[in-house]
């Protein structure tokens, strides 16, 4: 497995890997759920590309980017015990050099949800993942579907764009009681970790509704915001019960609808969502 | 020579080229200034790439979209003398599909001169350049100096972006008596012209001052108005003696300085420039 730093180095380094390529871009502080991508990756490419960059550009101001878990030398064992070939861990100064001015924009799909939580936020994820595709230039991209939305916002920019590259999402992975795994987990004391798995218990409550007939938009995100509500130590921000490509609420519900939430435990924001099938 | 049309078609015939690949954007009807474009990407290249694409988003409204000129057989024609390897010509409907909604937005050169006077049309360009570099995937791209702004523009999109793409700015073409080598010089009457040389002059008129030891910005615009005054059949809209990469007015001007206008000849509006050394 190769480390490489600076873009001119692993723009070299791309050109020597056999194709087809598949690229995992991460935050680093990895969990199963990224080794899960990385699996995925290897099974469908000639060659595994991780990058590692906590992009500045996708935080908002009082988010969480100074104190982002980060363990560089971790990351890297977990990697190669994967079987990543090429690791690119960019710098920020490289990748946002004095006078940047630069963004893409995908500007209908991202402004519902996290979107109106987080303002800019999903203009710093479409800007880095184009400036990582661009300089990776992969023939395949894994993305969980733990973020539901990013993915749908990378599926339309990826179109949108005209690159030559298959988006694979790969289901989320949950630990043994249902909390969805996330590097923000760690943030997470002994009792707000138990509090946490009301997430996934909202998702599959309103799942059950579901499958019993329930076709309500409205009857479903009751059912979420009933259940978060029994949980003490959460607090909802939102849940949606919404189309999965466009991300537009639903009155009527059908298969392949998106369930979602931002629940608070404490001062730590957990995101969850389930696909009704 | 092959001619492709569709994306899917473009990335399959992209994988077999031999590299490097150079790259040669433009919207048709071809001049020998694109065909310079090609002439130069063929001794810097082992496969050349063009397209063609009159590309709707750098239009504004009230502009000559409808009305640009075209003659692809021409155009091939000329291209298959000149050497190209493969020539795209993409449909409106597969670069823009319904839905479309991702733009590419270079926020800073894109302000002044053209971008003043044109409002969208540099988020236009840079938009459909990037989806041709995505899907060309380029190795060298070559562009003219004639739209010094958008060479500059261009650069900063392919630094920012970090595309693998040595960007090549090929010196302007020229009539004998100076007129830039334009597509729009089509709409021109013999009067105009005649007339349109006035660019020409008044650019040289200021490089004569600038070599003759002004170095104040404002008299070397001044040098520009004065000579496109002379011809009644000119009518200014801009004149700028600026610094070429962040194309900000100078006061004080020195080697490299970029001077520009854009002068209407009835309603044809033509574009010009001149780096001072």
Redesign the interface.
């Known amino acids: 497995m190769k480390v490489v730093e600076s873009?001119e180095v692993l723009?070299q380094t791309?050109k020597g890997l056999p194709g087809p390529v598949g690229f995992v871009p991460t935050m680093g502080y990895l969990h199963q759920g990224h080794l899960q991508l990385v699996r995925q990756a290897k099974k469908q490419s000639a060659s595994v590309v991780v990058s590692i960059f906590v992009n500045p550009t996708q935080f908002g101001p009082g988010e969480d980017l100074a104190s982002y878990p980060r363990d560089l030398s971790r990351d890297l064992t977990l990697l190669k015990t994967t079987g990543a070939d090429l690791v690119w861990t960019p710098t920020s100064e490289e990748?946002y050099?004095e006078?940047?001015?630069?963004?893409?924009?995908?500007?209908?799909?991202t402004q519902p949800l996290e979107g109106s939580y987080r303002p800019g936020h999903f203009r710093g994820v479409?800007t880095i993942v184009?400036?990582?595709?661009?300089?990776v230039?992969p023939d395949l991209a894994f993305f969980g579907q733990k973020d539901a939305q990013q993915a749908a916002v990378i599926q339309?920019?990826t179109?949108?764009?005209?690159?030559?590259i298959k988006i694979v999402i790969v289901p989320t992975m949950r630990e043994g009681d249902g909390l969805a795994l996330s590097s923000r987990n760690i943030y997470l004391n002994q009792e707000q970790r138990a509090a946490a798995t009301v997430l996934y218990r909202a998702l599959r409550a309103a799942e059950s509704a579901y499958l019993d007939g329930e076709r309500s938009g409205a009857a479903l995100r009751s059912v979420m915001i009933e259940t978060i509500k029994t949980e003490p130590l959460a607090e909802v921000q939102y849940v949606s019960c919404a189309d999965r490509v466009s991300l537009q609420e639903l009155d009527r519900v059908t298969d392949g609808a998106l369930l979602s939430m931002v629940v608070y435990l404490g001062k730590t924001r957990l995101i969850d969502n389930w696909i009704l099938e």
């Open positions: 873009l723009w791309r990748m050099p006078g940047f001015q630069t963004w893409v924009e995908t500007t209908q799909v479409t184009a400036k990582l595709f661009n300089a230039q339309q920019m179109r949108d764009l005209s690159y030559p």
